[in-house]
């Protein structure tokens, strides 16, 4: 992988990792139409690593309150306040992702990265959140969370192990189906990612460490997704208080397309 393929991959990690239209169907689509040597999940995961660093600061503030309500739950061994509870849905929202993550991983970097099936997801999932987006109210702001939601949301990140569903896709569907207003939903999806990319980074940037090292174009490609990632995660929160996720349901819906037509003239050439 050169720099300026590390850039690039780097750039859509961080974009389409908050942009509900998916980073690991843009990860996986983008060797195979420029013709690149294809990363692998574990580069996938690497990238995501910036992705993690983009959460972290933009929500620092958050974060915070978060971190300092952990530990209050353990000193007192209750949950009282909306901070509290927000933790505890945090780790129920996780649950789901996880167990997913440990036995489908070995199809994750194999068999559900096929353009076809990619290209599906894309349309589908994009269909999905354009029907919801529409359909269901924005009346519940982040506070009026509890816990089936947040398990219900959780199961849908599982869903996200297929490229092309997207997670913050899923998870912002999930919420908007609860009828989360936009900006909650996206704001509970943002908080989600944490645990989960940091636990895959966990399992699997070591592994990639030890095969190839930090090297120039890894360490670009991290640079490059934490910057667009948070690039990515300040526009969706301006740009959903006052519109739809109409414009992105349209992407993937289009892109999904797009990717079918070409799978279909390379099959046939």
Same mark, same amino acid.
Do not use: C
């Given at each position: 992988?050169?720099?300026?393929?590390?850039?690039?991959?780097?750039?859509?990690?961080?974009?389409?990792?908050?942009?509900?239209?998916?980073?690991?169907?843009?990860?996986?689509?983008?060797?195979?139409?420029? &013709?690149?040597?294809?990363?692998?999940?574990?580069?996938?995961?690497?990238?995501?690593?910036?992705?993690?660093?983009?959460?972290?600061?933009?929500?620092?503030?958050?974060?915070?309150?978060?971190?300092?309500?952990? =530990?209050?739950?353990?000193? /007192?061994?209750?949950?009282?306040?909306?901070?509290?509870?927000?933790?505890?849905?945090?780790?129920? $929202?996780?649950?789901?992702?996880?167990?997913?993550?440990?036995?489908?991983?070995?199809? %994750?970097?194999?068999?559900?990265?096929?353009?076809?099936?990619?290209?599906?997801?894309?349309?589908?999932?994009?269909?999905?959140?354009?029907?919801?987006?529409?359909?269901?109210?924005?009346?519940?702001?982040?506070?009026?969370?509890?816990?089936?939601?947040?398990?219900?949301?959780?199961? /849908?990140? $599982?869903?996200?192990? =297929?490229?092309?569903?997207?997670?913050? &896709?899923?998870?912002? /569907?999930?919420?908007? %189906?609860?009828?989360?207003?936009?900006?909650?939903?996206?704001?509970?999806?943002?908080?989600?990612?944490?645990?989960?990319?940091?636990?895959?980074?966990?399992?699997?940037?070591?592994?990639?460490?030890?095969?190839?090292?930090?090297? =120039?174009?890894?360490?670009?490609?991290?640079?490059?997704?934490?910057?667009?990632?948070?690039?990515?995660?300040?526009?969706?929160?301006?740009?959903?208080?006052?519109?739809?996720?109409?414009?992105?349901?349209?992407?993937?819906?289009? =892109?999904?397309?797009?990717?079918?037509?070409?799978?279909?003239?390379?099959?046939?050439?």
């Amino acid at each position: 992988m050169t720099v300026f393929q590390a850039l690039v991959l780097g750039i859509l990690q961080g974009l389409a990792e908050f942009l509900p239209i998916s980073s690991s169907a843009h990860l996986t689509l983008a060797p195979w139409v420029l &013709g690149w040597p294809e990363p692998g999940l574990a580069v996938d995961v690497a990238l995501h690593v910036g992705t993690l660093v983009a959460v972290l600061v933009y929500f620092r503030d958050e974060w915070m309150r978060l971190v300092a309500s952990a =530990l209050e739950i353990v000193r /007192t061994q209750r949950v009282q306040t909306v901070e509290q509870r927000r933790v505890l849905f945090l780790i129920v $929202a996780t649950i789901p992702g996880g167990i997913a993550g440990v036995f489908l991983n070995d199809y %994750a970097e194999s068999t559900f990265r096929s353009p076809e099936l990619i290209a599906i997801a894309l349309a589908a999932m994009g269909f999905l959140l354009w029907i919801v987006d529409r359909e269901r109210p924005d009346t519940r702001p982040l506070e009026s969370i509890r816990w089936s939601d947040a398990l219900l949301i959780g199961v /849908t990140q $599982a869903g996200a192990l =297929l490229p092309g569903v997207s997670r913050s &896709g899923a998870t912002i /569907t999930a919420g908007r %189906a609860l009828s989360l207003d936009r900006a909650s939903a996206a704001t509970f999806s943002f908080l989600m990612s944490m645990p989960i990319i940091a636990a895959a980074a966990v399992f699997k940037v070591p592994h990639l460490l030890r095969s190839g090292g930090a090297s =120039l174009p890894l360490l670009v490609g991290v640079l490059a997704s934490a910057v667009s990632g948070w690039l990515a995660i300040a526009i969706v929160m301006r740009y959903v208080r006052s519109h739809s996720y109409g414009i992105f349901a349209a992407y993937r819906i289009v =892109l999904g397309a797009a990717v079918l037509i070409l799978f279909f003239v390379r099959a046939r050439a």
